[in-house]
């Protein structure tokens, strides 16, 4: 790998070795650490990030509990299900996977979770202790975006940064985060005038847009960092791709994520760290 690449792989996996030892130390204490994972009709993409989801969950020690629903699923019984999650004193974090069927109003659902075991942190309060600088649950790309630079030894304070997409899963706590550690943030959108003079400007670079190498090198700033979070399919090849057009920009950047490898192996990374942090403040450690 080349000296500037950002290995995901290799601190997601860092990450889940802390957590897989954090877990154990709570065991130790008595508490054991629970994500439930409710999953709704037969979409196979979901099943199989539910399946990723389970299976890191073992891995680092933290009880699943599955729950399968038909895509005829109403609302209502969702939200009766997602209600007796938040009741049970042994699930630390809940996890509805999305899209959910059309019938289902996905805010309502998000709603419904308690904040307390919202491990997505997608929930109003979450969002808005976010937003105000408070400890919240974040959401699990940004945060894994975070660790990224952080790990990496990027500097983020005083930093420009540039984050292209608006969504309220990734590019919105994208901004925050980085507002929080002092960089000054442009947000950038489909509606976003002179685009790639915007990215010209930016220190670092997130690219969360879902548009298959939109980023070239004469984008990018000589020496930016350049985080891609975009996972799309090649037309031509049928392989995974980013929003940046990796070849081309990564000889002018000072570090630089691939994909896959970059900000993918993350998100599920941030979520077990996410569950484990409910769970210790369910489950306060004793004094010593
Ligand atoms: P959304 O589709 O919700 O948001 C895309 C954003 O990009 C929107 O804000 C949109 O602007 C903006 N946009 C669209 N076209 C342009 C354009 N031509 N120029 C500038 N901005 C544009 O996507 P998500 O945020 O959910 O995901 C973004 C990408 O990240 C996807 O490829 C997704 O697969 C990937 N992803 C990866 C994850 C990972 O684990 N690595 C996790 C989550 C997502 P507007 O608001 O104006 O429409």
Do not use: W
């Amino acid at each position: 790998m080349g000296a500037n690449l950002i290995d995901g792989k290799a601190i997601a996996a860092q990450i889940k070795d802390e957590v897989r030892q954090e877990v154990s130390a709570l065991k130790v204490q008595g508490s054991s650490v629970t994500l439930a994972v409710i999953l709704v009709g037969d979409d196979p993409a979901s099943a199989v990030y539910v399946r990723n989801k389970k299976k890191a969950c073992e891995a680092v020690g933290i009880e699943s509990v599955s729950i399968e629903l038909p895509a005829d699923t109403t609302q209502e019984e969702l939200l009766e299900r997602i209600a007796s999650l938040n009741a049970r004193e042994d699930v630390d974090g809940i996890l509805v996977q999305l899209p959910l069927p059309r019938q289902i109003d996905e805010r309502a659902v998000i709603d419904a979770i308690d904040p307390a075991k919202d491990v997505d942190g997608f929930h109003p309060v979450n969002v808005g202790l976010l937003a105000i600088g408070e400890p919240a649950v974040v959401s699990c790309t940004p945060a894994g975006v975070i660790e990224l630079l952080t790990r990496s030894g990027v500097e983020i304070e005083g930093k420009e940064a540039v984050v292209i997409g608006r969504s309220n899963i990734v590019g919105k706590p994208m901004a925050h985060l980085l507002l929080q550690r002092h960089a000054t943030v442009t947000i950038a959108h489909s509606r976003t005038k002179n685009l790639r003079e915007v990215i010209r400007r930016a220190d670092i670079v997130v690219a969360a847009v879902g548009k298959p190498r939109m980023i070239g090198a004469s984008d990018i700033k000589e020496g930016a960092v350049v985080i891609d979070v975009g996972i799309n399919r090649d037309m031509e090849t049928g392989k995974l791709c980013g929003d940046v057009d990796f070849d081309s920009v990564a000889p002018h950047c000072s570090a630089i994520t691939p994909v896959p490898g970059g900000v993918g192996p993350m998100t599920i990374a941030m979520l077990m760290r996410n569950c484990c942090e409910l769970a210790k403040k369910r489950n306060p450690p004793a004094e010593k």
